[in-house]
C-alpha cells in the first residue's frame, strides 16, 4: 500500500520539507521594529512533544517553527529524480492583471509594489451592503443578533468583541465565548476534538491560548480597519475576480476560526444554501467516523499558518476568480495544435509545479471536507495553503461550465502521507518569487469531475465526455500571453471512479485548447506513466491537431497502444472499463476511507 511505499521511497523523504529540531523554544531578541518585514528563512518543525515552560511571546519562537532553508518549492535532491527542472519557463509566465473594474474586478487592497513596507493597505472606505450579493460581515452595523432573554436586538459585533476580550485559558472556555454570539447551536456545538488536542499534546496546547489565540483574536478584531469594501459572491454563472492582501486574507480566515460568520454554519434554506461552510466549529468537534490523528493535524497545520501571520505578516496579494464558458468549444474540429504532453513519476503538484497552473482535484462545493474529515488532495492542498480555505466564504457551488482559480496563495506547512496517514511535518515560509502585482507565481484551479462509483462505464460516452473536456478547458482558459504549463494528475479518479488513462487523454486536450502545455503526475506509478506515455506517443504520430486528437480517440485507430489504455471505440456505444489499479496518494481507491469523502 502507499504508506508503507511512502516511508522507504525517496519521494516519501522528499515531503518533508525541513529537518526536525527537537527541544525546548529558542530565545529570540526583541524585534527591533526597524528590521524588514521580509522573511529571511523557511520555518521548521519544534517538537511538540518538548515541553517547556511558557515564557513571554516576545522572546519566544512560535511552537512549530525555528530557522531553516528557504522553501522556493524544488527539493535539493531533485537532479535525481523524475521531476520537472526548476529551468522551466513557466517562471516567466503571466496572469492577469490586479485592476480594479466595476463589473469584473473588485479590489479590496491598494495597488502593491516591491517597495512596500508590510502589507497592502486596504482601500478607502465604501458604503456597507447588506444583501444577498455580498459577503455579510459580523462587524456590519445591519448584523444584529436577537437576544432571547432579554428579547433585544444587539449589535453582533459588540457581542463578538465582548466575548472575545475576556481571558480564555481552555477549550472550554473558548467554547463558551464563541457559543455567546451563536446562541442557537449551544446544544450542537462541542469543542472536544480540540479538548482533547489540548489534553494529549499539552504544550502545544498551552501554547496556543498563552500566544497563539491572542493573536488570533487581536486579528480577527481588526476586521472594520482592513476590510473597508463589501466582499461580492462569486455566485453561479458569474464572471468576477476579488483581490485582497495577505494580511486582509488572514483576517477573513481568524473570523472563521473563531466562527464569528453570521447564516454561515450550515447549508439550510438561507442565501446561502448554494455556499460552503465557512465558520470552523466542524474542526474542533470529534466527527463520527473521522480519524483522531488527521484532526489534529488539521488543527496544527491551521496553527501553523496563523502563527506564521501574526508573527511576521506576508505582504503580498492574492486573486480569487471564477471563471464561466459561455460556448462550448467544437472539439471535433479544433484546428489547436497538440501541446507539449510529459509524464513524471516523481514529485507533487504543489512542490514541483512551481510557477505552473496547478490543479486541485475539487468537489464542486469548493474546499470539500476541509473543515470536517476529508483528507484527500483537495483537503490537504487547502491545509497546508489555508488561503484557499477562504474561497469557501464567497464562492457558490460550481456548475458544469465553471472553474475558480486562485493566484499567489501562499504555502504554510509541509506534510507526509495522505488519508488516514495524513500528517504535519513542519511549517514553512514560501518564497515563491512574486509577480508585478504582489502575488506568488502560484495559480491553482479548482476543477471538480464527475463522479462515477455507480457506473464507471458512464464516463466514456459523449456527453460525458464533453463535459469533462469542457470543465477542464475553462481551468485551464486563460486571455494572457505567456501561458504556463498545467502541473496535474489522477483528476476524478480514485474514489470517484474515473480511469486515469481517460482522464488524461482528456486534460491533454483540454490544455492544448488552451495553449497549454501539461505535466502529469503519477506520484510513484511508474506502470501509469509507461502507459500514459506510449498513449500519447501513439497519438503524436497520427494527429497535429485537438480535433485529430478528439477523433482518433473516439475512433481508436489502428494504434495497440491506444486500446491498451481502455479507451472504447466509440462514445455511443460505451463499453465497460475497470478503473486501475492504483496505489498512489491522489488514487485513493478505498470506498470506506473515512477521509475520502466527507459532507460538505
Known amino acids: 500500500m502507499f504508506n508503507s511505499m511512502m516511508a522507504d521511497s525517496p519521494f516519501g523523504k522528499r515531503l518533508v520539507q525541513a529537518k526536525l529540531s527537537f ?353 484527500v488532495q483537495e483537503e490537504i492542498r487547502f491545509l497546508i495553503c489555508p488561503e484557499l480555505i477562504l474561497s469557501r466564504l464567497f464562492t457558490a457551488g460550481l456548475e458544469d461550465n465553471e472553474a475558480v482559480i486562485i493566484t499567489g496563495a501562499g504555502h504554510f506547512s509541509a506534510y507526509q502521507g495522505y488519508s488516514a496517514s495524513f500528517r504535519f511535518t513542519s511549517g514553512l515560509i514560501d518564497q515563491t518569487p512574486r509577480d508585478k502585482h504582489g502575488r506568488h507565481r502560484t495559480e491553482v484551479c479548482a476543477i471538480d469531475a464527475q463522479v462515477y462509483r455507480a457506473g464507471t462505464h458512464l464516463q466514456y460516452q459523449a456527453e460525458q465526455t464533453n463535459r469533462e473536456l469542457e470543465k477542464a478547458h475553462i481551468g485551464f482558459f486563460a486571455h494572457s500571453l505567456g501561458l504556463a504549463p498545467v502541473a496535474t494528475g489522477n483528476w476524478g479518479c480514485g474514489v470517484f471512479g474515473g480511469d486515469p488513462c481517460w482522464k488524461a487523454s482528456l486534460q491533454w486536450l483540454a490544455a492544448s485548447e488552451a495553449g497549454r502545455a501539461l505535466n502529469y503526475f503519477t506520484f510513484g506509478d511508474q506502470e501509469l506513466k509507461s502507459k500514459l506515455l506510449k498513449s500519447a506517443q501513439a497519438v503524436k504520430e497520427n494527429c497535429n491537431t485537438v480535433g485529430e486528437a478528439y477523433s482518433c480517440i473516439f475512433q481508436h485507430h489502428s494504434d495497440d497502444a491506444i486500446s491498451s489504455s481502455s479507451v472504447p471505440s466509440s462514445p455511443e456505444s460505451p463499453t465497460p472499463v475497470p478503473v486501475s489499479d492504483n496505489n498512489s496518494p491522489y488514487m485513493d481507491s478505498l470506498a470506506m476511507d473515512p477521509c475520502a469523502l466527507d459532507p460538505v
Not at 513571554?56 to 518549492?73: K, R, V, W
Request: aromatic share 10%.
Open 23 to 375: 527541544g525546548p523554544p529558542q530565545k529570540l531578541p526583541k524585534r527591533d521594529q526597524s528590521v524588514s518585514r521580509q522573511p529571511s528563512s523557511q520555518l521548521s518543525f519544534v517538537s511538540p512533544s518538548q515541553d517547556s515552560d511558557v515564557e513571554d511571546e516576545s522572546t519566544l519562537i512560535m511552537p512549530y517553527f525555528a530557522p531553516s532553508q528557504p522553501f522556493n518549492g524544488f527539493s535539493q535532491s531533485q537532479s535525481t529524480l523524475d521531476v520537472p527542472q526548476p529551468s522551466t519557463p513557466a517562471s516567466s509566465a503571466t496572469y492577469p492583471p490586479v485592476e480594479p473594474h466595476d463589473r469584473y474586478h473588485t479590489c479590496l487592497c491598494e495597488s502593491w509594489t516591491p517597495l512596500l513596507q508590510g502589507p497592502c493597505p486596504p482601500i478607502s472606505p465604501k458604503p456597507d451592503i447588506w444583501d444577498s450579493q455580498h459577503v455579510k460581515l459580523p462587524c456590519s452595523p445591519s448584523s444584529l443578533y436577537y437576544h432571547a432573554l432579554s428579547k433585544t436586538k444587539k449589535m453582533r459585533w459588540r457581542l463578538i468583541k465582548e466575548a472575545l476580550s475576556r481571558p480564555i485559558r481552555s477549550a472550554s472556555e473558548l467554547q463558551r465565548a464563541i457559543l455567546s454570539y451563536n446562541v442557537r447551536y449551544s446544544e450542537e456545538w462541542k469543542f472536544d476534538e480540540l479538548a482533547r488536542f489540548c489534553r494529549e499534546n499539552v504544550t502545544e496546547g498551552q501554547r496556543f491560548f498563552a500566544t497563539t489565540l491572542p493573536r488570533i483574536i487581536a486579528l480577527a478584531l481588526q476586521l472594520p480597519d482592513l476590510i473597508t469594501a463589501p466582499i461580492p459572491l462569486l455566485s453561479k454563472q458569474r464572471n468576477h475576480a476579488i483581490s485582497m492582501s495577505q494580511q486582509q486574507a488572514a483576517c477573513l480566515l481568524a473570523n472563521a476560526f473563531l466562527c464569528s460568520y453570521p447564516r454561515r454554519t450550515s447549508t439550510g434554506r438561507n442565501e446561502y444554501k448554494d455556499y460552503p461552510t465557512i465558520n470552523f466549529n466542524r474542526l474542533f468537534a470529534t466527527l463520527r467516523g473521522g480519524v483522531v490523528e488527521v484532526a489534529h493535524t488539521k488543527i496544527r497545520c491551521l496553527l501553523a499558518y496563523f502563527e506564521a501571520v501574526t508573527t511576521n505578516c506576508p505582504s503580498g496579494v492574492i486573486t480569487y476568480r471564477r471563471q464561466v464558458q459561455r460556448s462550448p468549444v467544437d472539439w471535433a474540429s479544433s484546428t489547436k495544435p497538440l501541446q507539449p504532453f510529459d509524464v513524471f513519476s516523481d514529485g507533487t503538484i504543489e512542490d514541483n509545479g512551481i510557477g505552473m497552473l496547478q490543479v486541485d482535484f475539487a468537489n464542486k462545493i469548493i474546499g470539500g471536507g476541509v473543515l470536517g474529515r476529508g483528507a
